[in-house]
């Protein structure tokens, strides 16, 4: 198990909302290659550019591209929300992910800087995670409303992807940003980065807010964020950046 850096930390709250995986799976653990990129290449496409409040659902796809000769399963994105206003409540965005012909959907979470987390196949739902073969691109269906309650804002989605394992996780992915506009027309979007590329170079979010929480900081700064983790998910569990 690695220590934890300032962005591997961040990712402990995504996994804090995951259940345990049944049983372990040493054998199908992704390995990312030598240059330092994620082994599953993430890519959020075809959202609508705004979304009415208390308007019905709109509908976007994430690909889950698997870029090693093994296969990756027990596979689970985790949506991050960030919006310019900090108004935006973990009810009132309503996101649901399609595993088949089943919608499932996606409780989130709040974090102390005002960003919602939230995973795919949380609350021991039964969810096991997609399984992405050599080579291979699982698409995954999602689809997004918002309540009527929700005022005017722009917001940016992103996803990371973890692959969980029995009593810890590996962070294996991240997306582009996805930005979208409630009850507005979204500014433009910037030219999309990298999706593999490492998160040295494009941070989740909420890594500034978590990055106090490293060696060396005061134990209460760690505490509180044990508790925020222990509070969301039910569970502490750690998540590891492999290289």
């Known amino acids: 198990m690695r220590l934890f850096t300032p962005a591997s930390l961040c990712l402990a709250v995504a996994a804090a909302l995951l259940p345990a995986a049944a049983h372990a799976d040493t054998e199908a653990a992704c390995t990312a290659p030598d240059d330092g990129t994620f082994p599953l290449t993430t890519r959020i496409h075809g959202g609508p550019a705004s979304y009415e409040a208390g308007g019905g659902y709109g509908t976007w796809s994430l690909d889950l591209t698997n870029t090693t000769d093994r296969t990756c399963s027990g596979i689970h994105p985790v949506v991050v929300l960030v919006d310019d206003r900090h108004t935006l409540k973990p009810s009132q965005p309503r996101l649901e992910?399609?595993?088949g012909p089943r919608p499932r959907p996606v409780r989130f979470e709040a974090t102390d800087a005002d960003e919602l987390v939230g995973a795919f196949g949380g609350d021991h739902d039964g969810f096991p995670g997609f399984t992405v073969g050599p080579g291979g691109t699982v698409t995954v269906k999602v689809r997004l409303a918002v309540t009527s309650d929700?005022?005017?804002n722009r917001v940016t989605a992103n996803a990371a992807v973890v692959q969980r394992h029995e009593d810890d996780g590996d962070w294996v992915g991240q997306s582009n940003d996805y930005r979208f506009g409630i009850d507005a027309d979204p500014e433009p979007t910037p030219p999309p980065a990298d999706a593999s590329a490492p998160p040295t170079t494009r941070p989740l979010p909420?890594?500034?807010e978590l990055?106090?929480?490293?060696l060396g900081t005061p134990p209460?700064?760690?505490a509180a964020t044990v508790a925020f983790l222990l509070t969301t998910g039910g569970a502490l569990y750690l998540v590891r950046r492999r290289r």
């Open 97 to 99: 992910f399609y595993d």
């Open 206 to 208: 909420f890594a500034d």
């Open 150 to 152: 929700a005022a005017p």
């Open 220 to 222: 209460g700064a760690l």
């Open 211 to 214: 990055a106090r929480t490293g």
